[in-house]
C-alpha cells in the first residue's frame, strides 16, 4: 500500500514530520484513520479545494485491509467486480494524491482539545495538530489480534497472525486456526501455494455463510470441527501443532511450519472514549450529518453507529463524502453542502 513519498508525512512548509519533533500543523480538516473511508474522504475534501491531514497509527495507508488480507479479492466494492485490497487501497491513494494530503503515519490520535473554537488534535508523538474540522474514519478503532491460547512462544517462529503474503508460504503445511471469516479467507488465499492447508474449529458451526465452506472445502483444504490446539512443537521452528478434541479430548498431530491464528479481534475506541463524543456499544453514534455530538467532530465508516448501519466498505464511502461536505459547510458558513460535483446535477 504505497503512498507517494512527496506525500508522506509533509505538511505545507515542505519540512518532514518526524517522530521525536512536537510541530504545530494547521489544516482544514484532519482525517483520523487511513483506511479506506479515509482515503476516500481525504479525496472528497480536495474537491472542495480544502486542505486535509490524514492521521493513522498504522505505519502505512488501508488500516485493517493492509494489515490482515491486502491479497483478499473483494466482490462489494462499486465499479470492480473484484479488486485485491491492496489494489484498493493503491487506487484510493493514487485517487486523493493531486489534493497532496498531509499523511501522519505512526501517529496515534491522543488528545483532543479547542482552541478558539478550533479542534486541537495531538498525536502521541507530540504532533498537534489545528484543523477547521475532525472526521474519525477510525475503522474499529483499535484492533487487537485475539491471541492463540497457547504456544504465543512462536510467534515469529511459525506462528503468524495475518497472512500479508500467501506466497511466502510456499511449499508449507499450513494450519488456520478459526471459524471466521478471516479464517476461510486466508485459508482460501493459502491454498493455491502451500502445500497442504487445514482449518481448525472448536465447534461445527462458522461464521461465514455455507458458500464460503463449501469454495474452502472444493479447494482441497481439510476442515477439523470440535478440536482446538492444545500445544505447538518445534525446536527452533514450528514442526507440528497438537490438537485435543473438545469433549474426549483425544490429541492429534498436524505436521505444520506455519500456524495461522485467525480469531478475529477485540476492538477498543482507546483515546476516543475520553473525547466527549456520543458513544453506543464500542461505537461512535452519529446524526444524518455524521456529527459524532462534539462540535466540529464527525464520524465516518465502521466506527459508526446509527439505526440500520451497514458495516460494509461502500457505506463508508458514502458516510466520508457526507461527514467532509457537511464539515466544510461548518468551516464555512457560506458553503454549500453539495458545491457541485462531477456526478452531480447540472444546472
Request: net charge neutral; charged share 20%.
Amino acid at each position: 500500500m504505497s503512498v507517494p513519498p512527496d506525500a508522506l508525512s509533509v505538511p505545507a512548509d515542505g519540512k518532514p514530520v518526524s517522530t521525536d519533533d512536537t510541530r504545530l500543523i494547521e489544516t482544514d480538516i484532519l482525517i483520523i484513520g487511513a483506511g479506506p473511508a479515509g482515503l476516500y474522504g481525504a479525496s472528497c475534501a480536495g474537491l472542495r479545494g480544502l486542505r486535509v491531514a490524514v492521521m493513522d497509527v498504522l505505519p502505512q495507508c488501508g488500516g485493517r485491509i493492509s494489515a490482515t488480507y491486502p491479497e483478499k479479492p473483494l466482490s462489494d466494492i462499486a465499479g470492480f467486480p473484484s479488486v485485491r485490497g491492496r489494489d484498493l487501497v493503491d487506487h484510493l491513494v493514487a485517487q486523493a494524491q493531486p489534493y497532496a494530503p498531509v499523511y501522519l503515519l505512526g501517529h496515534r490520535a491522543a488528545e483532543l482539545s479547542h482552541a478558539d473554537g478550533l479542534p486541537l488534535v495531538r498525536g502521541d508523538q507530540g504532533t498537534v495538530v489545528r484543523a477547521g474540522a475532525v472526521v474519525i474514519t477510525g475503522g474499529a478503532g483499535t484492533f487487537t489480534p485475539r491471541p492463540l491460547p497457547v504456544g504465543e512462544a512462536y510467534l515469529g517462529r511459525g506462528q503468524v497472525r495475518s497472512v500479508p503474503r500467501p506466497a511466502d508460504h510456499a511449499d508449507q503445511d499450513v494450519v488456520v486456526v478459526g471459524g471466521g471469516r478471516s479464517a476461510f479467507d486466508r485459508a482460501a488465499a493459502l491454498a493455491p501455494f502451500a502445500r497442504s492447508v487445514t482449518l481448525v474449529h472448536r465447534t461445527d458451526r462458522f461464521r461465514v455463510h455455507r458458500a464460503m465452506v463449501e469454495k474452502v472445502r472444493a479447494l482441497g483444504i481439510g476442515i477439523i470441527t470440535d478440536f482446538e490446539v492444545s500445544a505447538l512443537h518445534g525446536a527452533t521452528h514450528l514442526e507440528q501443532v497438537e490438537i485435543r478434541h473438545v469433549t474426549t479430548k483425544a490429541p492429534r498431530l498436524l505436521p505444520a511450519q506455519t500456524v495461522v491464528s485467525a480469531l478475529g479481534f477485540a476492538a477498543d475506541l482507546g483515546p476516543f472514549k475520553h473525547w466527549g463524543l456520543t458513544l453506543r456499544a464500542q461505537r461512535i453514534a452519529v446524526d444524518s450529518r455524521m456529527a459524532a455530538g462534539v462540535p466540529r467532530v464527525f464520524a465516518a465508516g465502521d466506527i459508526t453507529d446509527y439505526p440500520g448501519k451497514a458495516r460494509l466498505i461502500s457505506v463508508g464511502f458514502g458516510e466520508a463524502a457526507t461527514a467532509v461536505n457537511n464539515a466544510a459547510t461548518v468551516i464555512d458558513p457560506e458553503a454549500a453542502v453539495l458545491p457541485g460535483h462531477s456526478t452531480g446535477e447540472e444546472s
